[in-house]
């Protein structure tokens, strides 16, 4: 049983060396002329000010949940559409009750005015 | 096409709790001020869905290829969380205007968690079950959170999101193990072959994290240090719906799982659960006595009350599960009256839950006080109450599968819960009566608690009845 | 129709509920009345038809139960909520409705103005609902519960007025009287629950019918049926009233005159009686137990008696009656004439039903009082009350052909026949003093010149207290008809009916068949002298001299005083018992064992765990990273149990 999940193993020993190795290859291998400007935070010059806690408005969060579901939507979509055939009118049917699911979901977002802007 | 209609059919509860909620966020969208258009279309969709439940008790079997239990138990646990619903709906009608969260999404949230309970405990495949456990989960971090102008409430909101974030995720890396343990995730398939696993360290680890993902959602100890910060700083009514709701939720699909499908009697699964329940029991009674919010009181009784049905899950055998799927009958009815109480002596800040609040209420709102009394009763387990023959069927199921320290633990601290609980009926009946004004009650309110209390009493008088639709059942 | 027996019980249920809840707010003493009365009164109807279907009934086939629902189920031991209707519990039934109907309906006139009318009537319903169970039940748990119901009724009943004074031993007020009624009561039912917990590991089960099935199978003078039997009938003694438990009646006289009648007279009180009846089977099986019980019956008919004689109070009078009369059927039971012990409880719930109401009725008249030295001459002013109260004392006193001549007489034979001559001779006296009292009562009450106040004018009952007493009276005169025996040429219909109930008890006891009828004609007779003896003596002696009592006493010296002070058995209770166990208590119990070391280690049990519960808040940081990280702990800790153990 245990042996089947040698190439899992394998893959996380490679990607973990790769990642290790690629990363300290730059620091190694690099220039390195360190000098004031060069080490604050924003080479530009500007000087951080004020928490890094900063609130941000509410509406993007909403755009970046909106793009979430649609996102998940379009992951579901595709498998279904490429077995399409194959799974027929059930699969159909299954599909559009997902479907209606979101519309009604994007309904209240809508109605709600979540995407205006101003 | 036949095989997908039949399969909706027979799990009509869920399906038609889902449509419901979408009919209720559809109203909310479409329609302004329509809070009490609402109110009515939930009320009524819960009502039909609860038919839709007893219709389809007799349909016992499965569906969607095996995923999704119909009849009998999913149907029982189904009118179980659609009463726990509806019973909460009509408590937060007057609670949440009075609080200014008078928002339809409110309804929403609470019957898409009702579905989401439903699912959890009817699922026979691991992943349905922990799409349920997510689906109510999720309903019910945003519900925690929905008063957003009370600190106390976006604390508890996010306490509860980030724990239970974390438990879901042992919960699915337990899946994940069991997978790769056996090749199923269903239930059943797993079950075939448990005397194979039941000694492999992977699959029992596996089954370990399982474990601790139910035994935070039924807070257990020690998974239980969200439950006391969220119960007190959620809205009351959402409280109540968690006290109940989830923890029955939970309970029924840990008793699905563990007891009725995998058989781990006289394994090392059952020491985990008993040092669970025992902790759960002492924890939660001792600690119940120092604290001063009824809420938070409340909270810690329930992680004793976990405790209780955890020795039910311990012990196995037909007896003792109808015993658990009792106690949650009679536990649902009894914390929701207990903190529908709550919710009505509450004030609009969200705050007057104090045991001070209480004192003398019997003298300001006679049947308030006497509706409590009844409700604290019960969850001492006072005969003829449902909250008695509860405790009394598990502890008789213990002893008979050998569990009588167990038994023993239990009684030990229902004693001691008999101190904090009777603090209560006393404060409001013996002493004199504070110069407070006398809370609102509305008659959706008294409904809904003469609706528990009467629950009570029949599930008390009448033991046998209840105990009776259980009959087979696994 | 006997379907149907749930609905016996259910209406005086429904009576209950509309007057316990409603009765305050309902201000017409009639409605409330007649919703009692009528509760009982259609009780008695379904039980009418029941009776009449299974006249119809072949003779074996008269026995059924009916489950209503299972109650407790728990492992192997199942109660449920079942009644039983066979001959015996249907006669019962009919005497609890019938009797109870017409005390209710005597209420309404009675219970007039009382500012608890609605609280009475509860009380009363509530009481028909706990007796019906008693007496229907299919098995111990339920009859026990109705037993306790019963008992709780009596002890509301007898403190119903509950701030008025009443003397006696270590007695003061109404109240008092009350709890002496329960305590004593308690300790009947703690042997009665140890004799159900002995039945139920004997036999496994708690229905009779299952019971008696075991008994078959058992020898008789079986140690364990001994023991169940004795604890069983000590259960009786409390709620019968017989020695050692018959103290608390005559103190419940404290509580309203129907209540005395209905509860203290024609129904519970008989329910131990009932109990052993029911139990007729395995009392068979412990002779011991049968000596006994013949022994205490006889003793308490003949002790109870003797006090009647110098009782001045006319409820105290009836109440020694009462007992007395209790302690026939307890002889009859103790001989086996379970048949005949049935027919006194019917023929005893007629008579002294109608005598108790009477006196009611003479109270009412008086203005409340009591003591039959201030009364007589009634005669003229209450003539209804009067005829009623003289036939039902001829038929207490055993003449011929009045009900209570048929079924002493049956008593007294059965006695003699079954028994020995020492029962028959006791009983024979007891009767005596029972002829001598009941006509002192009458005489002093009734007859000669009266000696009460001028300021009093004592009038008739109105109608709903005298319909009663007639209809009493008039089964005072019938009910004997029903038991005529064989030589007297009658088909004593009474123990062909009930001969099914009592089959296996008579089988097990094998009783041999009678002596010659010369015998029973020549008993007979001595019991007719004996009743015409008492009469005649009990009205000559009080009818020349009303203050009769005092002659005899300055005659008697000692003994006239150990009567009237009831032997001072209230006393020697007091004594030896009571104040002991009081002091005790007070002294060592509480002062020491409960202050100190009970008191103590629960303080301290309890300081303990408020300080561990306090201890344990502080875990609760409100930090959810410690939260978290307590959640990892639990889970090595329930992984390393799952894998390690």
Partial sequence: MIESYIPIFLIIGVAAIFGVVSVNMSWLLGPQRPYREKQSTYESGVDPVSTAHYRFSVKYYMVALSFIIFDIEVVFMYPWAVRFRELGWPGFVVMLVFVVVLAVGFIYELKKGALRWD | MNQLLTDTLHTAPIMGTIVLALVVILINAMKKDSLALEYWVSLIGIAANIGLAVWAFPLRGSAFAGTVMTGGFASLTAAVFLVAAGLTIILSRAYIEKIGVNFGEFFHLILMGAAGMMTFAAGTDLVVTFVGLELMSICLYALAGISRRVHKSNEAALKYFLLGAFASGFFLYGIALIYG????????????????Y?????????????LVGFAFKIGAVPFHMWVPDVYEGSPTVVSAFMSTGAKAAAFAALLLVFTATFDFIHSSMNTVLSVLAVASMLVGNIVAISQTNVKRMLAYSSIGHAGYMLIG???????????VLFYLISYMFTNLGAFGVASIIENAEQQGTDLENFRGLYYRRPLLAVLMGVFMFSLVGIPPLAGFFGKYYIFVAAIENGYTWLTIVGVITSMISVYYYLRVVVLMFFQAPEEAEAPQVTSGGTIALLVSAFGILLVGLFPSIVLGWMGGLF | MYQYVGLIVLFPLIGLFINGFFGRKIKNETLVGMIGSAAVGLSFLVAAGIFVEMLGMPEDGRSHVVTLF?????????????????????LMTLVVTGVGFLIHVYSIGYMHGDRGFWRFFTYLNLFIFAMLNLVLADNYLLMFLGWEGVGLCSYLLIGFWYDKKFPGTGITWTGDAANKAFWVNRIGDFAFMIGMFLIFREFGSLTFREVMGGAETLAVGNNTMFWITLLLFIGATGKSAQIPLFIWLPDAMAGPTPVSA???AATMVTAGVYMVARNSALYALAPTTMMIVAIVGALTAIMAASIGIAQNDIKKVLAYSTVSQLGYMFLALGVGAFTAGIFHVMTHAFFKACLFLGSGSVIHAMHEEQDIRHMGGLKKVMPKTYWTFLISSFAIAGFPPLSGFFSKDEILWKAFSDGSLVLWIIGASAALMTAFYMFRMVTLTFEGEPRWAKDKHPHESPATMTIPLIVLAGLAILGGFVGIPAVLGGGNAIEHWLHPVFAQAHHTMALSEHSSHTTEYLMMGISVVIAVTGFWFGRRMFLADPEADKRIAAKTGFLYRLLSNKYYVDEIYNGSVVRPLVRTSESFLYRVFDVRIIDGAVNGLAKTTGWVSAMMRYVQTGVVQNYAALVVLGLVVVLGLLIFS
């Avoid at chain 2, 899950?313 to 015993?323: K, L, N, P, Q």
């Avoid at chain 3, 299972?70 to 249907?90: E, H, N, P, R």
């Fill in chain 2, 181 to 196: 343990m056996t090749g199923t995730t269903n239930i059943l398939g797993i079950a075939q072959n448990i005397a194979a």
């Fill in chain 2, 198 to 210: 039941k000694s492999e360290p992977l699959f029992l680890v596996g089954a370990g994290l399982l």
């Fill in chain 2, 313 to 323: 899950i311990t012990a196995g055998g037909d007896v003792s599960m109808a015993g």
């Fill in chain 3, 70 to 90: 299972t109650w407790i189920a728990a492992g192997s031991f199942k109660v449920s909520a079942a009644y039983q209707i066979d001959q015996l519990s249907i």
């Fill in chain 3, 262 to 264: 209905l509860i203290h």
